[in-house]
């Protein structure tokens, strides 16, 4: 007869923490991998927008200035005409900035959009600026009499109706001559005056020194605004 039945031996602790050990280092090679491979492409995407964040703020810079400074939105300088402004069509902006041309573009004023062309996601830059209009200003004066005007203002145009037998000689702003005809001045003219003073009119008249004279002012209503230009591809 054969010897006496053995019983298989059980496994050992040490061999059962083994293969737990391997089964923690596939586990975290797993991980390792994964993190890996998500590192790679959040530090890709990172490039990219590195790459056209540069691009977009330097068109959208170029943009907001280019707005800024253009005479065709001037209402005189460094105000700009809120009427163009709000007028203001993609064609313009593509006119004024051609780095802008074909891309998506958003250009709006104190949050209110004025061109916008696609859908644009990108870089926005913003320029504080003096947006108005031109208000009206109207008085009639007789000849023989100076007037202050209330406002300052760099336009001002004088209407001249002399009656018969009266001569106006000159016309005077701040007791400087701007207007000097001996033969006589009539109608309308244009004044030069200095919008950082008001203007005391005054006219030199010969003969009767009757008739009158209407002064048309436009002063500049201006008001701080956001000018903000938003691009994408």
């Known amino acids: 007869m054969g010897g006496p039945f053995r019983r298989p031996r059980e496994p050992t602790p040490e061999h059962g923490r083994g293969q737990a050990n391997l089964a923690a280092v596939a586990a975290s090679v797993v991980v390792l991998v994964t993190v890996t491979v998500l590192a790679v492409a959040i530090a890709e995407g ?4 590195a790459d056209r964040d540069p691009v977009d703020r330097r068109v959208a810079a170029t943009t907001a200035d280019r707005l800024v400074e253009a005479e065709s939105l001037a209402l005189r300088e460094g105000v700009l005409n809120r009427s163009a402004v709000g007028n203001l069509t993609v064609a313009d902006v593509d006119r004024l900035a051609p780095p802008a041309g074909n891309r998506s573009i958003r250009v709006a004023l104190d949050g209110t959009t004025v061109v916008e062309r696609g859908d644009p996601a990108g870089v926005t830059v913003r320029r504080t600026v003096l947006v108005g209009a031109r ?16 406002e300052r203002t760099d336009r001002l145009t004088v209407d001249l109706d ?4 009266t001569t106006v000689e000159a016309v005077r702003v701040n007791d400087r001559i701007v207007l000097r005809d001996t033969a006589g001045l009539e109608g309308r003219h244009r004044v030069p005056v200095s919008r950082y003073a008001n203007a005391t009119v005054a006219f030199d008249l010969s003969g009767n020194r009757t008739g009158t004279a209407t002064l048309i002012a436009r002063p500049t209503n201006a008001s701080g605004a956001d000018l903000a230009v938003t691009v994408g591809d």
């Open 162 to 165: 002399p009656n018969p037998n």
């Open 135 to 150: 208000d009206r200003r109207t008085r009639t004066t007789p000849l023989s009499e100076s007037v202050t005007l209330a």
């Open 46 to 49: 990172a490039l990219v927008d």
